[in-house]
T-cell receptor, first 113, second 116 residues
Framework: EDQVTQSPEALRLQEGESSSLNCSYTVSGLRGLFWYRQDPGKGPEFLFTLYSAGEEKEKERLKATLTKKESFLHITAPKPEDSATYLCAVQANYGGSQGNLIFGKGTKLSVKP | ETGVTQTPRHLVMGMTNKKSLKCEQHLGHNAMYWYKQSAKKPLELMFVYSLEERVENNSVPSRFSPECPNSSHLFLHLHTLQPEDSALYLC???????????????FGPGTRLTVL
């Protein structure tokens, strides 16, 4: 069964304290792995797509990396405005629902000034 | 308007009411989705439309009825809901669905539904 697990469930950082969020997955052939950011009461905002192991993408203080079993979202010198829930999702290459995204439960990040 | 819009943003309804949620995408996409988001749970896919044809119905109770009149608009008709249906309902769209396409989905702001 295709599955996505995110850890930790919640993460509290001081401003400037770098850290990483983890997304581990099992899927019938990975077509793509997606990271989203979600602010309270809003819809998820698309951040990155990763397609193959070894790929990396960056946006401001965020850097996403991908291996064959997991992805990391590295946050360098975070600011309070980076506080949000970060969602990971995968799309499978095979199976009856290959167009669907399978989401994890998310990591709630709080950055204190 | 840009991106994906949803109306209303908040909805309170009784168990015997009938209401509809509306979604509109301004991205020229061909696929649209309804998701349910409840606390402490992953996003639950409810329905998928590709080129205005329903391609996924994820065992959703019949009290939820989707409608996709064209590739830009998606509705979710609600009737005889239960209190456990209270959640954030999200609409999303993507360029394509399956068939070799990468499924970068873009979400609307959601409708916060409360069923009394």
């Amino acid at each position: 069964e295709d599955q996505v697990t995110q850890s930790p469930e919640a993460l509290r950082l001081q401003e400037g304290e770098s850290s990483s969020l983890n997304c581990s997955y099992t899927v019938s052939g990975l077509r793509g792995l997606f990271w989203y950011r979600q602010d309270p009461g809003k819809g998820p905002e698309f951040l990155f797509t990763l397609y193959s192991a070894g790929e990396e993408k960056e946006k401001e203080r965020l850097k996403a990396t991908l291996t064959k079993k997991e992805s990391f979202l590295h946050i360098t010198a975070p600011k309070p405005e980076d506080s949000a829930t970060y969602l990971c999702a995968v799309q499978a290459n095979y199976g009856g629902s290959q167009g669907n995204l399978i989401f994890g439960k998310g990591t709630k990040l709080s950055v204190k000034p | 308007e840009t991106g994906v819009t949803q109306t209303p943003r908040h909805l309170v309804m009784g168990m015997t009411n009938k209401k509809s949620l509306k979604c509109e995408q301004h991205l020229g996409h061909n696929a649209m989705y309804w998701y349910k988001q409840s606390a402490k749970k992953p996003l639950e896919l409810m329905f998928v439309y590709s080129l205005e044809e329903r391609v996924e119905n994820n065992s959703v109770p019949s009290r939820f009825s989707p409608e996709c009149p064209n590739s830009s608009h998606l509705f979710l008709h609600l009737h005889t809901l239960q209190p456990e249906d209270s959640a954030l309902y999200l609409c999303a769209s993507s360029q394509g669905y399956a068939g070799g396409s990468y499924n970068e989905q873009f979400f609307g702001p959601g409708t916060r539904l409360t069923v009394l």
